[in-house]
């Protein structure tokens, strides 16, 4: 695929705006049914949303994650459950492309590919001839019902030597499904779990895990050779805007027919607290953007440049993380809190809004705490206390 091939990002961005009116017609029934709709689905990749993170090799757009941050912020504008699947394959979609060139071309072989995948160790993997067999439960696997393949994470036991967490791909269909989803935010996202019961995986289709958090993966192009972490808070980021502008654009259709009960305001947008209430919302919106274009930009910035990333880099990615999932949250929960009684009602987008950023902001790589103490932790000097960095 030739550069001329590829969409600018206005034409991806044009693409999803134009889904909105789609994707928000099924938010109710993926509340209920607790997972993406199968039309979501199918216009999220005739848009060319599952080809973002793709090599042009095998047909895709090797997009920045600029072009993430406001493609996810369309779709999270329109649905924060569809957005965050989408988010969510984009990351190990990025991954698949660490393995050698056999394995991606077995992967690729698929048009639209879905990866879905987790960074927690909660498996573990026996060595055996030709590979590894793994037994384990993941759980919060979002997208894993509308996927071909999943990225999974255990630990190795080798003969000799420490145990290692490996990354590993696998068919989804070598998985057991549990139907285990049932939440009170992110319920569209059918993040259910998933089960091994001695899977074999062939060693091509295995790697380190170090390597690939400190982007010493196989991936040719630049984009493939970053720091896993960096690359995945940017990749997360635009779903928490989109969700933030979302409420925004709900609350403002909802004023003008909204009185205050039990005062004189005939209209709730002639208050004076409604003007600070939309305004005190409005900037914290405007922040977490900030937050979501600088991380991007510093992102797409080392990967151009190729100089190796600093400790205070990674530090501040995983802090511009957790700043635009803090943000986001106070500026719906102001919006939500103005909303009046009758936003509980399950056709007002608001309160899913509100209950989706809430299990966010609950995520344990997202937390905003998490996050800004392993900020400090390095300004103050000291080493980082984890791998996810």
């Known amino acids: 695929m030739s550069s001329t091939d590829v969409p600018t990002r206005e034409e991806l961005v044009r693409r999803v705006a134009e889904l909105a009116p789609a994707l928000k017609k099924h938010s109710n029934w993926q509340e209920q049914n607790r997972r993406v709709h199968e039309e979501s689905i199918e216009a999220l990749a005739d848009a060319g949303v599952f080809k973002l993170r793709r090599p042009q090799r095998y047909g895709g757009y090797e997009a920045d994650t600029r072009t993430l941050v406001d493609v996810a912020t369309e779709i999270g504008r329109a649905d924060g459950s569809t957005s965050w699947v989408a988010s969510v394959y984009w990351i190990p979609t990025w991954m698949a492309c660490q393995f050698p060139e056999a394995v991606q071309d077995e992967v690729f072989a698929t048009p639209d590919v879905r990866v879905c995948g987790t960074l927690s160790p909660t498996a573990m993997a026996a060595p055996v001839d030709g590979g590894v067999v793994v ?96 690359v995945a808070s940017a990749s997360s980021v635009g779903t928490l805007v989109g969700m933030a502008k979302g409420a925004q654009d709900t609350f403002l259709k909802r004023l003008p027919d909204r009185k205050i009960t039990y005062t004189a305001y005939d209209s709730q947008r002639e208050a004076p607290i409604t003007h600070h209430q939309v305004a005190e919302s409005a900037l914290k919106i405007d922040e977490a953007e900030f937050h979501a274009h600088r991380l991007s930009t510093l992102v797409d910035r080392k990967v151009a440049d190729g100089t190796p990333w600093k400790l205070e880099e990674r530090a501040i990615a995983r802090a511009d993380l957790g700043a635009v999932v803090r943000l986001a949250k106070e500026g719906i929960d102001i919006l939500a809190g103005a909303s009046g009684g009758s936003s509980v009602y399950q056709g007002i987008p608001i309160q899913r809004i509100a209950r989706d950023v809430a299990a966010v902001n609950l995520h344990a790589l997202m937390h905003p705490n998490t996050n800004t103490e392993l900020y400090g932790r390095v300004l103050c000097g000291l080493e980082p206390n984890t791998l996810y960095i």
Request: charged fraction near 15%.
């Open 135 to 230: 037994n384990g439960k993941w759980g919060f696997i979002s997208g894993a019902l509308h996927a071909q393949w999943q990225e999974i994470i255990a630990i190795l036991v080798p003969p000799e030597g420490e145990p290692y967490p490996i990354m590993a791909l696998v068919p989804i269909s070598d998985l057991l499904i549990v139907d285990d989803w049932d939440t009170s935010g992110l319920r569209g996202t059918g993040s259910v779990s998933t089960v091994a019961q001695d899977v074999f995986i062939p060693a091509e289709r295995v790697l380190p895990l170090p390597a690939v958090l400190e982007g010493q993966g196989a991936g040719s192009a630049s984009i493939y050779r970053a720091p896993l972490l960096p």
